[in-house]
C-alpha cells in the first residue's frame, strides 16, 4: 500500500513558476513509477508527466513539453513536478499516481493517486 499527498500547489502568474511535490508513504515506493495528471473545471483527466521507478526515463504530454520537468528522489520517498513558464490553460487540479503503467498516459493503469493539489495560473 502507498499513500501519497501532493503540495506546492497555489496561484501565480502567468509565466511564473512552481514546483509540486508528491510524497509518498509505505513501502515499495521505489518499485513504482509516478505520473502526474491533471484535471480543468469540466474537462477529463489527462497525462501531464510520468517517471520510470529509477528515474531513467521520462515522459511528457506535447502541451507541457520544454516547460515542466519531473523528477523523483526515492531516498526521499517523493517525487516533483517543476513547472516553469505556465499558462492560464495549466490551471486545474494536479495529481500524483504511482503505480506500475502498461500504458504511461493512462489513468487507469495506475494504482495509487494523492487528494490532488490546486494550481491556478492568472493572466
Known amino acids: 500500500q502507498v499513500q501519497l499527498v501532493e503540495s506546492g500547489g497555489g496561484l501565480v502568474q502567468a509565466g511564473g513558476s512552481l514546483r509540486l511535490s508528491c510524497a509518498a508513504s509505505?513501502?515499495?515506493?521505489?518499485?513504482?513509477?509516478i505520473g502526474w495528471f491533471r484535471q480543468a473545471p469540466g474537462k477529463e483527466r489527462e497525462f501531464v508527466a510520468a517517471i520510470t521507478w529509477s528515474g531513467g526515463n521520462t515522459d511528457y504530454a506535447d502541451s507541457v513539453k520544454g516547460r515542466f520537468t519531473i523528477s523523483r528522489d526515492n531516498a526521499k520517498n517523493t517525487g516533483y513536478l517543476q513547472m516553469n513558464s505556465l499558462k492560464p490553460e495549466d490551471t486545474a487540479v494536479y495529481y500524483c499516481?504511482?503505480?506500475?503503467?502498461?500504458?504511461?498516459?493512462?489513468?487507469?493503469?495506475?494504482?495509487?493517486w494523492g487528494q490532488g493539489t490546486q494550481v491556478t495560473v492568472s493572466s
Open positions: 499516481a504511482a503505480g506500475r503503467p502498461d500504458r504511461v498516459v493512462l489513468d487507469t493503469d495506475y494504482r495509487y
Open positions: 509505505g513501502r515499495s515506493f521505489s518499485n513504482y513509477f
